[in-house]
Nanobody, 120 residues
Framework: HVHLVESGGGLVQPGGSLRLSCAAS????????MSWYRQAPGKERERVASISSAGGSRNYADSVKGRFTISRDNAKNTVYLQMNSLKPEDTAVYYCNSGWGYSDYGRLAWGQGTQVTVSS
């Protein structure tokens, strides 16, 4: 049973920081490239960051590059997203799932996500 649990979201002011966590279970986490996705109201879900299975490669959407950092701890079956210099347009529900390149945009069961709200 695949289970993805996101946490760490909250309300922050513009320019603030937040660290999201995704606890994974039910699959071979260490062999799967993982990504963070977000979806704002009325908008399509978008991938914001990806990390290879061993953590050696990372990719970011242009909108977050330089501000967000994805990392993972395979011993803990957890992937993280450090978000700095947050902007109101970062407001969305953030999800984790598998993801890498054009072939994988989330093939696991989706979790509930965690809400990130950036507002003054």
């Amino acid at each position: 049973h695949v289970h993805l649990v996101e946490s760490g979201g909250g309300l922050v002011q513009p320019g603030g920081s937040l660290r999201l966590s995704c606890a994974a279970s039910g699959f071979s986490f260490s062999s799967v490239a993982m990504s963070w996705y977000r979806q704002a109201p009325g908008k399509e879900r978008e991938r914001v960051a990806s990390i290879s299975s061993a953590g050696g490669s990372r990719n970011y959407a242009d909108s977050v590059k330089g501000r967000f950092t994805i990392s993972r701890d395979n011993a803990k079956n957890t992937v993280y997203l450090q978000m700095n210099s947050l902007k109101p347009e970062d407001t969305a529900v953030y999800y984790c799932n598998s993801g890498w390149g054009y072939s994988d945009y989330g093939r696991l069961a989706w979790g509930q996500g965690t809400q990130v709200t950036v507002s003054s």
